[in-house]
């Protein structure tokens, strides 16, 4: 599922992908391609709608002026209800697990 947003004239596509525990290794090495890009948000849920309510979420923080993910607002949102949240940041010379926080788990 994508949705289509502007960031001044800049068109950017947000989408979120639904995946089971199996699939989590495939998860990270997606997430550590582009770290700034992608992230990946746990909960248990199996509501028809939670995709799109999940992605509603997202999209109410938006976008940084560069298109990136921001990343305090997302964990610190996103944890406040209920979400365990990895977030990946990068440098010149590494990449690392910066966030993975939620008080239920």
Request: hydrophobic letters at 35%; aromatic letters at 12%; glycine letters at 8%.
């Amino acid at each position: 599922m994508e949705v289509l947003v502007h960031i001044g004239e800049d068109p950017y596509y947000v989408g979120i992908a639904e995946f089971g525990i199996e699939q989590l290794p495939k998860a990270i090495a997606l997430v550590g391609d582009d770290p700034s890009m992608y992230g990946i948000f746990c909960t248990e849920n199996d509501e028809s709608s939670h995709c799109q309510k999940l992605l509603d979420q997202v999209l109410e923080i938006g976008l940084t002026e560069d298109g990136d993910l921001p990343i305090f607002e997302m964990v610190t949102t996103l944890t406040a209800k209920g979400y365990a949240v990895c977030m990946w940041g990068s440098s010149s010379e590494e990449q690392e697990l910066q966030y993975f926080y939620s008080p239920q788990f």
